[in-house]
């Protein structure tokens, strides 16, 4: 079964951290490109994060110095480190690979 599932999301204070996980099932996260999005409430969906098969990333303006994204290719999964969390970051996350999407988790930032 091809699928991606993501984990990771909780409840978090301003300025905490998180790190998402995206496990790939009958697909390889190394070849390709695999991306993070998110959807905040009443709000369309955004490109966040994406990698490529070379390894190399590419950020929204938003998060650029505080979220990485990355790769284990061992693990088949793709990670998403979240730092200095603020309430704007409050969404549902979405890992994303060949038109294939995961249900999501989602992320709560406090005040």
């Known amino acids: 079964q091809v699928q991606l599932e993501e984990s990771g999301g909780g409840l978090v204070q301003a300025g905490g951290a998180l790190r998402l996980s995206c496990v790939a099932s009958?697909?390889?996260?190394?070849?390709?490109?695999t991306e993070w999005h998110r959807q905040a409430p009443g709000k369309q969906r955004e490109l966040v994060a994406r990698?490529?098969?070379?390894?190399?990333?590419n950020y929204a303006e938003s998060v650029k110095g505080r979220f990485t994204i990355s790769r284990d290719n061992a693990k088949n999964t793709v990670y998403l480190q979240m730092n200095s969390l603020n309430p704007e970051d409050t969404a549902v996350y979405y890992c994303?690979?060949?038109?294939?999407w995961g249900q999501g988790t989602q992320v709560t930032v406090s005040s």
């Open positions: 009958g697909i390889i996260v190394s070849i390709g490109v």
């Open positions: 990698i490529t098969r070379s390894g190399s990333t």
């Open positions: 994303t690979k060949f038109s294939l």
